[in-house]
Antibody, heavy 119, light 107 residues
Framework: QVQLQESGPGLVKPSETLSLTCTVSGDSISGYYWSWIRQPPGKGLEWIGYIFYSGSTSYNPSLKSRVTISVDTSKNQFSLWLSSVTAADTAVYYC?????????????WGQGTMVTVSS | DIQLTQSPSFLSASVGDRVTITCRASQGISSYLAWYQQKPGKAPKLLIYAASTLQSGVPSRFSGSGSGTEFTLTLSNLQPEDFATYYCQQLNSYPYAFGQGTKLEIK
């Protein structure tokens, strides 16, 4: 049974860098697209970006200048870095899996981790 | 970027009812559309992909249709566990946008 688990600090200071890791268990990270999605409190979902297991990436233009996603296939993990955070980056951050085809949606999700940006 | 607009934003219905949620795309996306259900405090759950294909394990009372710019999610014979927020998402091009959500409440 595939499971995704986000981990990282729950509190980040303004102007600093948010860093989260998603650990995948029960299946190999190879062959899939891995995304980060966030949801501010009481609001909708925003796709942040993806990384393919090979290392290719695509980011949401609204965040592109501040986002980096990387993958470590040896650890079956992928990570998110979001720099220069502000209160607007306060959200639940989810990691999610997508099959290697445009037809498929995100079929596996982590439980989500709340990140608050505050001094 | 492609924008998705869901309607209605709020929907009130009773157990046993049939309801329809619409998702309109700002440009054609073929059938590259997914629907999700989200309950409070939980991650979204994939219900439908490719506009009309039911994800494994999802009850058949959920159905999706549409292509191009207009899509619908229909819930038949509503059950108590179906009251949640529903999102559409386009997978035609980056960035993968979501609709703003439709909250389905018990009447």
């Amino acid at each position: 049974q595939v499971q995704l688990q986000e981990s990282g600090p729950g509190l980040v200071k303004p102007s600093e860098t948010l860093s989260l890791t998603c650990t995948v268990s029960g299946d190999s990270i190879s062959g899939y697209y891995w995304s980060w999605i966030r949801q501010p409190p009481g609001k909708g979902l925003e796709w942040i970006g993806y990384i393919f297991y090979s290392g290719s990436t695509s980011y949401n233009p609204s965040l592109k200048s501040r986002v980096t996603i990387s993958v470590d296939t040896s650890k079956n993990q992928f990570s998110l870095w979001l720099s220069s955070v502000t209160a607007a980056d306060t959200a639940v951050y989810y990691c999610a899996r997508k099959r290697n085809s445009a037809w498929y949606g995100f079929d596996m999700w982590g439980q989500g981790t709340m990140v608050t940006v505050s001094s | 970027d492609i924008q998705l607009t869901q309607s209605p934003s709020f929907l009130s219905a009773s157990v046993g009812d049939r309801v329809t949620i619409t998702c309109r795309a700002s440009q054609g996306i073929s059938s590259y559309l997914a629907w999700y259900q989200q309950k409070p405090g939980k991650a979204p759950k994939l219900l439908i992909y490719a506009a009309s294909t039911l994800q494994s394990g999802v009850p058949s009372r959920f159905s999706g249709s549409g292509s191009g710019t207009e899509f619908t999610l229909t819930l038949s014979n509503l059950q108590p566990e179906d009251f949640a927020t529903y999102y559409c998402q386009q997978l035609n091009s980056y960035p993968y946008a979501f609709g703003q959500g439709t909250k389905l409440e018990i009447k």
